[in-house]
């Protein structure tokens, strides 16, 4: 397939923070492809912070490349943006679900859309190099286990403290039999679920719209796990399914583990977040407009629980002046705060694979052959 200029393909790598695409498309024949990879993201299409001068800016980069590769749901490609793209004839995004993709308004532009899988793990399971239990682990579980002890042991304050020239500014919290409670009992929220009760005993409460105890049980078996913790009081289930004011009422930790969609955008607000306890702790690394971002920035200003530990934001990455920047965390009686810039799935091994696979799909548009993972 040549380009109906006859010029080379130009294909536009975005938001690769850590220059991970370079060798991987490098190997993209030059005569052919043409490849700009962009080491930062700028604001999206339909945030409502974004202005119109900062929209222009995006088409301008974006609208002379015949394929983008975009990572997640990093730099969003709503219909208005799509129809401001005359030159786009293949589109890939990283994972197989990316809600901030218009499919329909791809699909009406004759615009092909592929995802990636996250063969990583999977690879090294099935090579002997990861240990048993591989399967229930990902990289958004480990990083969730981690903010949960970052905020729990105050790691980021004593680190600064050390650093500073201080010494014991605050207490940690232990996590052995205290309530991890669950918001959505899916793949990621069993796995975190599953990771916390073993290693520290944590016991574990879920809620989501629809989960019932009979999921929750069979989640528990997915797992490895019995359905009922043996040694405790009788009937006591491993994940026990709850209703939204318990889940918020009782857990020391609340994890956030949905998928956005128009329904749980904005799915937990002030009331759930005044019903926590004031010892308790929040950790979100599924999306952040899952959370009214204002309501929690108000319950954390006031110290309503101790802390809050976050990988997602509403808009990212976090403007220079945001909130969560530049207030004064865990001072003057606001709650400790732990940020980490969406790092839940950025992996050497995953991104590695996730370039891997858009390269090949690069070549087989190219010789018209049927994309992997197709999306539309």
Not at 70 to 96: A, C, V
Request: hydrophobic share 40%; net charge neutral.
């Amino acid at each position: 397939m040549a380009s109906a200029t006859g010029q080379r393909w130009k294909i536009a790598v975005l938001d690769d923070y850590q220059g991970i695409s370079i060798p991987h498309f490098n190997t993209l024949d030059r005569t052919i492809f043409s490849v700009t990879p962009f080491r930062d993201t700028l604001s999206p299409w339909g945030h409502p912070d974004t202005p119109q001068h900062v929209k222009e800016a995006l088409v301008r980069r974006l609208e002379p490349f015949h394929v983008i590769c975009t990572m997640r749901e990093r730099t969003p490609f709503p219909k208005d943006l799509i129809s401001r793209l005359p030159h786009l004839r293949l589109l890939l995004t990283t994972g197989l679900r990316n809600a901030s993709l218009d499919l329909p308004a791809l699909s009406a532009a004759g615009i092909p859309v592929a995802g990636t899988t996250d063969s990583a793990t999977a690879a090294r399971a099935r090579a002997g190099s990861a240990p048993p239990g591989a399967a229930n682990s990902t990289s958004t579980t480990e990083h969730a286990a981690a903010l949960i002890l970052a905020a729990a042991r105050g790691l980021a304050r004593d680190d600064a403290a050390v650093k500073s020239g201080l010494w014991q500014t605050g207490i940690a919290v232990g996590l052995a039999g205290k309530t991890l409670g669950v918001v959505g009992l899916g793949r990621l929220g069993a796995a975190t679920a599953r990771t916390m009760h073993l290693a520290f005993g944590m016991r574990v409460a879920a809620w989501s719209p629809n989960l019932t105890q009979e999921q929750a049980d069979q989640r528990a078996v997915e797992m490895g796990l019995p359905v009922e913790i043996s040694g405790v009081e009788p009937g006591e289930k491993t994940f026990r399914a709850v209703d939204r004011t318990a889940l918020f009422a009782e857990s020391d930790v609340v994890s956030v583990h949905l998928v956005l969609s128009e329904r749980s955008r904005g799915l937990i607000a002030a009331d759930d977040l005044r019903r926590m306890k004031k010892t308790a702790i929040l950790v979100n690394t599924s999306r952040g407009p899952l959370i009214e971002e204002a309501d929690l920035l108000d319950v954390l200003k006031k110290g309503g629980i101790r802390a809050a530990a976050l990988d997602v934001f509403s808009l990212e990455p976090l403007p220079f002046d945001s909130e969560w920047r530049t207030t004064k965390w865990g001072q003057d009686g606001r709650s400790d705060v732990v940020l980490t810039p969406h790092m839940g799935y950025v992996e050497q091994d995953t991104l590695d694979a996730w370039y891997a696979q858009q390269v090949e799909n690069i070549k087989r548009w190219h010789n018209g052959q049927p994309l992997i993972n197709p999306l539309t």
